[in-house]
């Protein structure tokens, strides 16, 4: 029936622009006819007037172009132009409406057929190997289309995101949101997504986005005939408020909140479900893209037609090519401030995490190499390696074109392998080049000789570990118990707290508890307190 209203518009429309270009070339004709007829009579009147008055020069006689006049305005083309909009939305119908079909017999099919290896599965193997051949369960074609299409009483996750963000548009800064939606089996296997633009009133808060973005997946699970689905959440307060804990207090959360209880009810089950950020990561992306697709503007270069978006730091158009995109978040920012940015963390001996004021999403690593020296980008793989080891956990090979950084338990039980009593001798062998050394004196590995032994020779203290405790001892440095760094008071008062968070007095290395000493020792010396007016503070 569907298939045959479409023949008639189409037809309709067809036969509606025969008669408006018919119309149109009859008008021309008309036109033509009479601007004739005007020049005929304009030639005789000229004609008669040149008799009566002799002297007139006929060379002065100018003729009158009609077709110069005003143009009128072409409804004609506008009528025309409206039927080829309507015919081509027509047309993206149908092919939405086919693709919808498609995509539900598709689902219907998968569907079977794990059903049908499921059975496979629970086959005896005596059986399967006598029968295996005999067993077939074909799909039916029709089946996508019934009314008992294994589509309803599947069970199916839907996974919805919408994010409301302030942005750069050009030189105005403007709020601007989107949706991010997925469809997936049981298994966690997409079949469809999308993204959605909203509006300005859809971009108010973050609450009516999110609430958005769960009424436009649950329309999109209601459009594959769904019939059980769980939809996820990772606002809190949002699955407070679907989940009826919680009474909005704003009309249009209130509103919305209700539209998704309407469409709950349209399902034979459907409920929501809590999950972290990280689980709705991939729709997460889908809303951001969203959001990016309404702050890029279209620019001509000698290269060609390009795209541009304002960087929120420098606030200048950069090519889409040359901005940076933060894992986790999504935010964005040009490779030049993101190098700045990454360099000065690096600088200060700090991970770095996105630059958006409040976030704290790690900048990964392999995602770096976009604009930064390959060198930095090794430095970042050394401080995140020696972020995730505890302070106490550490150990370096003390060779020094090695040094590789490696954990004290992991390099145990690597060297067990290769050195009968490792555990008790401290003999260990570097993960990375294969040399044999001492984590005690932490030096090459002395062979023959007790650490004790070895601690009162010159080859310890020309050592490196050696010559730093023989230098810390004549610097009056003091060492801290947890990590073994060296500190040096320059100035200020004798409680030290070191870069591992220890605490404890420079004057004895007793440890401080609850910011309070454990010795008797002075807190300060007036020498170390009191400085000249016009001198430079050194450094703690």
């Known amino acids: 029936m569907a298939a045959i209203e479409d023949d008639e518009v189409s037809l309709i429309l067809e036969e509606q622009r025969e008669e408006i270009m018919a119309a149109k070339t009859l008008a021309r004709d008309h036109d033509l006819a009479f601007n004739l007829q005007m020049q005929e009579a304009l030639a005789v009147s000229r004609a008669a007037h040149t008799s009566s008055v002799p002297d007139s020069p006929t060379g002065d006689a100018a003729t009158v172009d009609f077709t110069g006049a005003e143009e009128e305005f072409d409804f004609t083309s506008l009528i025309l132009q409206d039927i080829a909009r309507v015919d081509q939305e027509r047309r993206d119908r149908e092919f939405g409406e086919q693709e919808m079909k498609r995509l539900k017999v598709d689902l219907d099919r998968r569907i079977h057929d794990q ?8 086959i005896p193997e005596g059986d399967w190997s006598k029968h295996g051949d005999n067993y077939q369960k074909p799909y039916s074609l029709g089946a996508g289309s019934s009314s008992s299409s294994a589509i309803g009483n599947e069970s199916f996750r839907v996974y919805c995101k919408g994010l409301v963000s302030e942005e750069m548009i050009g030189d105005t800064r403007a709020m601007v949101g989107g949706v991010g939606v ?19 009133e859809e971009s108010k808060s973050p609450e009516i986005a999110e609430l958005e973005g769960l009424v436009h997946g649950l329309d999109e699970a209601l459009t594959f005939d769904l019939g059980r689905v769980t939809f996820f959440i990772d606002h809190f307060k949002v699955f407070q408020y679907v989940t009826g804990r919680v009474e909005p207090r704003q009309s249009a ?9 309407v469409l709950q009810k349209k399902f034979s089950y459907c409920q929501p479900s809590l999950l972290t950020r990280n689980d709705v990561k991939f729709v997460f992306k889908l809303a951001r893209d969203a959001i990016v697709s309404q702050i890029k503007w279209p ?9 541009k978006e304002t960087c929120v730091i420098c606030y200048e158009g950069i090519t889409v090519d040359k901005m940076f995109s933060v894992d986790g978040c999504f935010h964005r920012f040009c490779f030049s401030c993101m190098k700045q940015h990454v360099e000065v963390k690096l600088l200060g001996g700090q991970t770095a995490s996105c630059p958006s004021e409040g976030c704290k999403s790690e900048v990964k690593i392999e995602c770096c190499a976009k604009f930064l020296d390959p060198k930095l980008v090794d430095v970042m793989i050394q401080r995140k390696k020696e972020g995730s ?3 106490t956990d550490k150990v370096y090979c003390p060779y020094p074109k090695c040094s590789e950084l490696m954990v004290k338990a992991e390099v145990l039980e690597y060297t067990k392998q290769f050195f009968v009593g490792a555990e008790q001798s401290g003999a260990r062998k570097c993960m990375k080049c294969g040399h044999f050394f001492c984590t005690q004196c932490k030096v090459p590995w002395h062979y023959n000789v007790t650490c004790n032994d070895f601690s009162k020779t010159k080859g310890y203290q020309n050592a490196g570990d050696g010559m730093l405790k023989s230098l810390a001892q004549s610097k009056r440095w003091r060492q801290c118990i947890k990590c073994n760094n060296m500190v040096e008071l320059v100035w200020g008062c004798y409680h030290i707290t070191c870069r591992c968070g220890y605490e404890f007095c420079y004057t004895c290395g007793a440890e401080w508890k609850k910011k309070k000493a454990t010795c008797s020792c002075p807190i300060w010396d007036e020498r170390n307190i009191i400085r000249e007016r016009n001198a430079i503070p050194p450094r703690r």
């Open 389 to 391: 080891i505890g302070v």
């Open 299 to 307: 620019e001509e270069t000698s290269k060609g037609k390009t795209f």
């Open 253 to 261: 959360v209130a509103t919305l909140v209700n539209q998704v209880a």
């Open 182 to 200: 997925a469809i997936c089996d049981s298994t966690d296997n997409l079949i469809w997504e999308v993204k959605k633009v909203l509006g300005a």
């Open 115 to 122: 059903k049908f290896a499921k059975e496979l599965m629970n």
